[in-house]
């Protein structure tokens, strides 16, 4: 019985029925477990009020980031600036327009589009599976472009693996593509050249290649149908009359005359000449001047010259004028002497037909700013212009997304008034909230990282007609109010420097005082940056020079600067301008100063401190979280202490009364005996 007992207490399973005592003792433990619960629920309050917090930062880190991902849809002055391209004959051409493109009109004779080389083979096979060597292994060499690529076979290769072979083969690199097709008389090899333009031939090499393959895969038996070539384009009416050019390459040999010898051992100099290949033997003995002369022997013409030049060799190749004349040194193992590798030969001029002529179709180097997509021969005219609706989309959009940031602080801090009931907020002075709101609000309202009262026509969003709403009382108070009027006059007069504020990457600008008016420097230049290292801002510049033309000292943002010739860089520890690269113009002797401006647009500025703000484990919103996560797991501890000690509370108390129950039910059938025997002593 005390077993039982005590298991029941250990389990909490006492209940009490109050036929002992006719006492509700269970609801009287349970109302006191009740009363002793108070403080567990003022615990779970107070951590629900944590939780809350930690819930609208998420809330408010999840709104962040989708702020941060469509700025990132316009920090480039491409993205942001968006101009029209519009072709009146997309059928010859199609265009896009960049943002440095300028507003204008331009005629486009597409004369012929870029072309990649194609042979088909004049062998017929019966059957892709039909062995291609004879029955005897061999080499297939060709050349594609400047890369010669062997390929071995062996006595049972079929024209299938064959064309496996080639496509797999590490020397090729997707410069030609094999594939076997079948015709309807029976099964071919076809050879695709994959780069487009002229020179860019496919060339078996009948003196490389197994005797045995020449039978079925000698440049004789390719049939060509469809050359490699240039795109030609006559653009605003030039070339009036093309004149054909020749494509010159040059190669400089420092410290060697044409006497000279070339290598030590003989070795073989192997080049692609209007759709033939050549292969010049070169031995030990040979010297520059007997190189052009074997050269020249080659190709029957005179192409290559030896000349003595302040010291050293040139060695210069000219072709014949005329596109499909194009000049392609063959690189290692096709020419294997080490000084006479492509690299070694420099472009002096190309060989064309005399329009602008391109190895792609798609042409971005003609026109400023445009990229022009050929699609056939024909003529159109392009009209360039900026498409000022898309550009006031995008700061719509800028606008929405920074007010909904804005507007979810705000909801989470703002204090109501109701007569004279004053209420908070779920996170009404939270520090972080308000650190956060500060340094948005700072970089919505101050002027652009490096931008410069003096020589920035545009500074801040308040030029464009973007101000923060300061109305109390206002549905948008403190949210950015958007003017497309002033917006729109800003555009039309300078969209530039409208572009600039919202997406300068890194834009770089040189400020000096010249009679009290600030100008650009013409003492010095900007040269160059490093993105990652050097930081937006603006840095003071200065540097003396002696009088023998030479700097002597320099620093830039206070630091002294590394000098390199008419360079100076920034550098030092802590130095945000550290990377940054001046090239000096001003060498008299003196000594100088002005500024140097590295510009950041509003949007990347906000995306950088929203990157800093939302940092998984060093931003501001997760510093918070965690601090708070530290409380709730406290709060958590002290819950748990409490669930304890209100188990065992109810232990004591359902024991004790237990006890009671017993006492009083054992003094109840007592009384109830003592009531009978005196009953029954009355009725006597």
Do not use: C
């Not at 009363?35 to 009020?49: A, I, M, N, P």
């Not at 480039?76 to 968006?82: A, H, N």
């Not at 309202?445 to 490096?450: D, F, P, Q, R, T």
């Not at 060498?587 to 990347?604: C, D, E, P, R, W």
């Amino acid at each position: 019985m005390a077993d039982d007992l005590t298991s029941s207490l250990i389990s909490g399973a006492i209940r009490f029925t109050g036929l002992g005592s006719g006492t509700d003792f269970d609801s009287m433990v349970t109302k006191l477990i009740e009363v002793e619960q108070t403080r567990t629920k003022r615990l779970e309050y107070w951590r629900s009020g944590w939780e809350a917090k930690s819930e609208a930062f998420d809330s408010l880190s999840s709104n962040m980031l989708s702020l941060k991902a469509s700025l990132d849809t316009m920090n480039t002055t491409d993205e942001f600036l968006i101009k029209n391209a519009i072709s009146s004959n997309t059928t010859a051409l199609t265009a896009k327009a960049g943002s440095n493109a300028e507003e204008s009109t331009h005629q486009v004779d597409v004369l012929s589009l870029a072309t990649n080389d194609m042979h088909m083979g004049a062998v017929i096979f019966s059957s892709p599976d039909d062995v291609i060597s004879g029955g005897a292994d061999g080499t297939f060499v060709f050349t594609a472009g400047s890369r010669q690529v062997s390929v071995n076979v062996t006595s049972t290769t079929t024209l299938s693996q064959f064309a496996s072979l080639i496509n797999s083969d590490a020397d090729n690199r997707n410069y030609v593509r094999a594939s076997v097709v079948n015709d309807g008389s029976g099964y071919r090899l076809q050879i695709r050249g994959m780069d487009l333009g002229a020179g860019n031939d496919f060339i078996v090499d009948a003196n490389s290649t197994s005797a045995n393959l020449l039978t079925n895969f000698s440049q004789s038996q390719f049939i060509e149908t469809q050359n490699a070539a240039n795109a030609k384009l006559r653009v605003d009416g030039f070339p009036l009359a093309p004149t054909a050019t020749a494509e010159i390459l040059k190669a400089t040999f420092t410290g060697k005359t044409t006497t000279d010898t070339i290598t030590t051992a003989d070795g073989t100099f192997k080049f692609a000449y209007g759709g033939t290949l050549y292969s010049v033997d070169v031995a030990a003995a040979d010297t520059y001047a007997s190189l052009a002369g074997k050269i020249n022997t080659a190709v029957g013409s005179t192409m290559a010259t030896a000349t003595d030049v302040s010291g050293n060799v040139e060695l210069t190749l000219t072709g014949a004028a005329g596109s499909d004349k194009q000049i392609s040194i063959i690189n290692s193992p096709g020419t294997t002497v080490g000084e006479l590798q492509p690299a070694a030969f420099t472009q002096i001029q190309g060989a064309t037909d005399g329009y602008f002529e391109r190895n792609s179709n798609s042409i971005s180097d003609i026109i400023s700013g445009v990229t022009l997509n050929l699609a056939s021969i024909g003529s159109t005219t392009i009209t360039t212009s900026l498409d000022p609706e898309a550009v006031t989309e995008k700061v719509q959009t800028f606008v929405e997304a920074v007010n909904s940031v804005l507007k979810e602080i705000k909801d989470q801090t703002q204090v109501t008034t109701v007569g004279e009931n004053v209420s908070g907020s779920l996170l009404t002075g939270n520090y972080g909230m308000q650190m956060i709101q500060q340094k948005l609000k700072n970089i919505l309202a101050e002027k652009g990282v490096g931008f410069d009262y003096d020589m920035d026509p545009i500074v801040s969003l308040g030029s464009v007609g973007i101000t923060t709403d300061t109305s109390q009382g206002s549905p948008t108070f403190g949210m950015l109010i958007f003017d497309p009027g002033a917006f729109s006059a800003a555009l039309s007069t300078d969209p530039d420097a409208v572009a600039r504020l919202f997406s300068a990457d890194h834009y770089p600008a040189t400020k000096e005082m010249v009679n009290g008016v600030a100008v650009e420097s013409s003492n010095f230049n900007f040269d160059s940056s490093i993105k990652g290292v050097t930081q937006a801002g603006e840095y003071s510049v200065s540097y003396s020079v002696d009088a023998g033309g030479n700097i002597s000292a320099a620093s830039i943002n206070g630091y002294p600067a590394s000098i390199d010739g008419t360079k100076i860089v920034a550098q030092g520890d802590g130095n945000a301008a550290r990377g940054l690269s001046i090239e000096v113009i001003n060498l008299t002797a003196g000594s100088y100063s002005g500024t140097v401006q590295i510009k950041s647009g509003k949007t990347q500025e906000l995306i950088d401190e929203l990157k800093r703000l939302t940092d998984s484990t060093t931003g501001t919103l997760e510093v918070l979280k965690d601090n708070y996560q530290d409380i709730m797991d406290s709060i958590d501890d002290k819950i748990a202490y409490e669930e304890r000690r209100l188990t065992l509370l109810e232990k004591n108390l359902r024991l004790r009364f237990a006890k009671l129950e017993a006492v009083l039910g054992t003094y109840n059938n007592i009384s109830t005996q003592i009531s009978s025997q005196i009953s029954s002593l009355s009725g006597k």
